[in-house]
């Protein structure tokens, strides 16, 4: 695996005017050989006009539009089925990548081939991308813990996947509204090797339209217990 193609995946939705910030994140990375695969989930704004007006010209960028509001699951199950990259990874359009980000994640899969996904630091950061909170955030996970059993303190927002590995588990529930992040990680756990970088690698926005922030934060957690009790029940039938 050398050198491989790298697809960026963004499910967007009505998060148009933050894309700016991902997308010149997205070309100063020092790992250049990558796609990015745009999705947009039916957004009411002008989303699709800015993220066009941005990419227009750049072949490595490509927007396709769901007919309507589909779901983050439907959307983020899209992307990687248009993905031709062999390491895939999920980028929030309102979050930004640090420039060395891509090429320290590929450097830890091309050294071990049971690796199925590699996470690591973040920082919260304003509607500016200044930093809101002192300390970084994430987690390795203990020995003897997982995903499901040691909690949310080691999920983050960005990490990058062998699409091979991907291929092995169930995909991406496509109903699931919201924790869709979390349904990936526990599945991509059971495949292969969860490798943690204990480095800030990218910056996650808080904001009020976020889709787990103020009321939809108990929406959040009915998904994520959702896709913990799917968890339980799929290691309980493979035993």
Known sequence: MNNPLVSILVANYNNGHFFKDCYHSILEQTYTNWEVI????????????????????????KLFLNEENEGCGFTKNKCVSLAEGIICGFLDPDDALSPVAIEKMIQLHQENTNISIVTSKYKLVDFNLNQIEEGKHGAAIPIGKSYLTYGAGAMTAFATFKKEKYNLTIGID??????????????????????????????????????????NEYKAKYWHFYAMLNTYKRRKKSN
Request: aromatic share 10%; glycine share 4%; proline share 0%.
């Open 38 to 61: 745009i999705v947009d989930d039916g957004s009411t704004d002008d989303s699709v006009f800015m993220i066009k007006k941005l990419i227009e010209g750049d072949s490595r960028f």
């Open 174 to 215: 496509k109903k699931m509204k919201r924790a869709v992040d979390q349904d990936l990680y526990f599945k991509m756990e059971e495949v292969g090797v969860v490798v943690f970088l204990n480095e800030v690698l990218y910056q996650y926005r808080k904001h009020n339209n976020s889709i787990s922030a103020n009321e």
